[in-house]
């Protein structure tokens, strides 16, 4: 069975494009997640999926942030303009279809974004 | 609001001697504990997890954790280090009032002294 995939690998882009980073979840798994980690920080929570729906997106930084999961499969996360600070890695996470505290989350391998 | 705090942002240890990795938590209600480990240009791997029941959990790789309410920790232990057991490790928590977000730690990496 396929993991969670997530593209790109890197991206490296200019302070004020636009980067969308796509997450693929495990086949079947109703929960998608994002988190960030920031360099030097701890990863952080972003949003949460169920299915198509955002459950809970208490963790997006800011409006420059669009999540969208059309169709309850795939996510992307666009970040539009880039700023200095939204540099990272970004973590997509999937689980199954109950939404309890004790479901392992399974990762992707993460997406590095470095905006110069 | 729940927190983590794990010791050491770095920690190296000889092959073959203990591996003691740090994790205390802060929750008002009653947390599920998690340990994940990312090794270079991989996605974190679940490595074991405290729900309910039992407080030592044993996970893969010859680890185990121990949950002690009393002392809000739940360390992550591996008695005989393994070169391949170089890695960063994460501390997690959540509750069932949380729809399964993750709180982490800081992360520890964990090198391997031959």
């Known amino acids: 069975e396929a993991g969670v995939t997530q593209f790109p690998s890197h991206s490296v882009i200019e302070k004020g494009q636009t980067v969308t980073l796509r997450c693929d979840p495990i086949s079947g798994h109703d929960n998608l997640y994002w988190y960030r980690r920031v360099m030097g920080k701890e990863i952080k929570f972003l949003l949460h999926?169920?299915?198509?729906?955002?459950?809970?997106e208490s963790g997006m930084p800011n409006n420059r942030f669009l999540a969208e999961r059309t169709g309850g499969t795939y996510s992307t996360l666009k970040v539009q303009p880039a700023e200095l600070e939204d540099s990272g890695v970004y973590f997509c996470?999937?689980?199954?279809?109950?939404?309890?505290?004790?479901?392992?989350?399974?990762f992707g391998p993460g997406t590095r974004l470095l905006v110069l | 609001a729940q927190s983590v705090t794990q010791l050491g942002s770095h920690v190296s240890v000889s092959e073959g001697a203990l591996v003691l990795l740090r994790c205390n938590y802060s929750s008002s209600v009653p947390p599920y504990l998690f340990w994940y480990v990312q090794y270079p240009n991989q996605g974190l791997q679940l490595l074991l997890k405290?729900?309910?029941?039992?407080?030592l959990v044993k996970g893969i790789n010859g680890f185990e954790a121990e949950f002690k309410k009393s002392e809000t920790s739940f360390h992550l232990t591996k008695p005989s280090a393994h070169m391949s057991d170089a890695a960063e490790y994460f501390c997690a928590v959540s509750d069932d009032n949380q729809g399964g977000k993750l709180i982490f730690g800081q992360g520890t990496e964990l090198s391997v002294k031959p």
């Open positions: 999926f169920v299915k198509e729906s955002k459950q809970d």
């Open positions: 405290y729900t309910t029941g039992a407080t």
């Open positions: 996470a999937s689980s199954q279809t109950i939404r309890q505290g004790w479901e392992t989350q399974y």
